[in-house]
């Protein structure tokens, strides 16, 4: 079974700074996605970055950009110039391409602080 | 403008009462899919339907049930058996090809319920 998990229940970065937060997960698949989505205060999921497993060129969204290390089964979220507006949990998720009655697979966040 | 909706925001229901959940999207997608979020916990999924008048149970089922029998529409019946129902509550819906969506779920803003 695929299983997603995230090591740091709780980080905190400095305003402007830069910050990684780190998913690992495990499958026998070859061909997958992979996200982050974000939950701020409001509790709506917002998606953050999608990856492609078949890509080899890592995802990037404006400040948010990604490591993906397939052969590692990692899949870390970079965010620069770090804003207020960042604070949330982040999520790492995974779903297989292939299978139409799949799902996607959630770890159990990490909840990133932006300090003033 | 296109989305999901769930009503109500917050829910309050006493110790053996069945309450139901709604969720509407107007995304027209096929597939539709209900989590649970408590703390430090992720998202774990209920259930989820790729078609109409048809769902799987996911990771935990129990003491839930749920209909499909308009595309736009996935209500979520928690029952009396389900012995700790107080958490918040995600709808989502995506089209049922995980290729064609590239994997994406869309997410409502959710529902609190607790029990009293």
């Known amino acids: 079974a695929q299983t997603v998990t995230q090591s740091q229940p709780e980080m905190s970065v400095q305003e402007a700074e830069t910050v990684t937060l780190s998913c690992t997960y495990d499958?026998?698949?070859?061909?997958?996605?992979l996200f982050w989505y974000k939950q701020p205060p409001s509790r709506q999921m917002i998606l953050v970055i999608r990856?492609?497993?078949?890509?080899?060129q890592n995802a990037t969204e404006n400040r948010f950009s990604v490591n993906f290390q397939k052969a590692a089964k990692s899949f870390s979220l970079k965010i620069s110039d770090s804003q207020l507006g960042d604070a949330a949990m982040y999520f790492c998720a995974y779903r297989k391409i292939m299978n139409r009655d799949d799902k996607i697979i959630f770890g159990k966040g990490t909840r990133l602080h932006i300090l003033p | 403008d296109g989305g999901i909706t769930q009503s109500p925001k917050y829910l309050f229901r006493k110790e053996g009462q069945n309450v139901t959940l709604s969720c509407e999207q107007n995304?027209?997608?096929?597939?539709m899919y209900w989590y649970r979020q408590d703390p430090g916990q992720g998202l774990r999924l209920i259930y989820y339907s790729q078609i109409v008048n048809d769902f799987q149970k996911g990771d935990i089922a129990e003491g839930y049930s749920v209909s499909r029998e308009k595309k736009e529409s996935f209500p979520l019946t928690v029952t009396s058996a389900q012995k700790n129902p107080t958490a918040f509550y995600l709808c989502?819906?995506?089209?049922?090809?995980?290729?064609?969506?590239?994997?994406?779920?869309?997410f409502g803003p959710g529902t609190r319920l607790t029990v009293l």
């Open positions: 990856q492609e497993a078949y890509k080899q």
């Open positions: 989502a819906s995506s089209i049922a090809e995980a290729s064609l969506a590239r994997g994406h779920q869309f």
């Open positions: 499958t026998s698949e070859s061909d997958y996605y």
């Open positions: 995304l027209n997608h096929d597939a």
